[in-house]
């Protein structure tokens, strides 16, 4: 198994920075995928940005291509959001998800297995 423990939401105003963490543990050999979802009341749950762990490749959802980026440290297990640039429609739980299976879909969420626990980012 792999758990997963997100940190560094918090209530921001617009324009402004946060950047949220990941840190994994478990059997964290098996993640091939990591990604942060977001999920905004009344709204289902969305990729917002995913890194394939064995290399360098990114996805970024459209609304925050250029605003976002999705970074890693294999040595700390930990993968980060940083967000700059913030809007208040960005406003919404933040979810870090793990894959340990092939991904088809990277911003899909029914591709990961994994799930942390979620943490509040507020944009007002």
């Known amino acids: 198994d792999v758990q997963l423990v997100e940190s560094g939401g918090g209530l921001v105003q617009p324009g402004g920075s946060l950047r949220l963490s990941c840190v994994a543990s478990?059997?964290?050999?098996?993640?091939?995928?990591m990604g942060w979802f977001g999920q905004a009341p009344g709204k289902e749950r969305e990729g917002v940005a995913v890194i394939n762990t064995g290399g360098i490749r990114t996805y970024y959802a459209d609304s925050v291509k250029g605003r976002f980026t999705i970074s890693q440290d294999k040595a700390k297990n930990t993968v980060y959001l940083q967000m700059n640039s913030l809007k208040a429609e960005d406003t919404a739980v933040y979810y870090c998800?793990?894959?340990?299976?092939?991904?088809?879909?990277?911003?899909?969420?029914?591709?990961?297995?994994?799930w942390g626990q979620g943490t509040q980012v507020t944009v007002s």
């Open positions: 478990g059997y964290t050999d098996s993640r091939n995928y």
């Open positions: 998800a793990a894959a340990t299976r092939w991904v088809g879909r990277p911003l899909d969420r029914s591709e990961y297995n994994y």
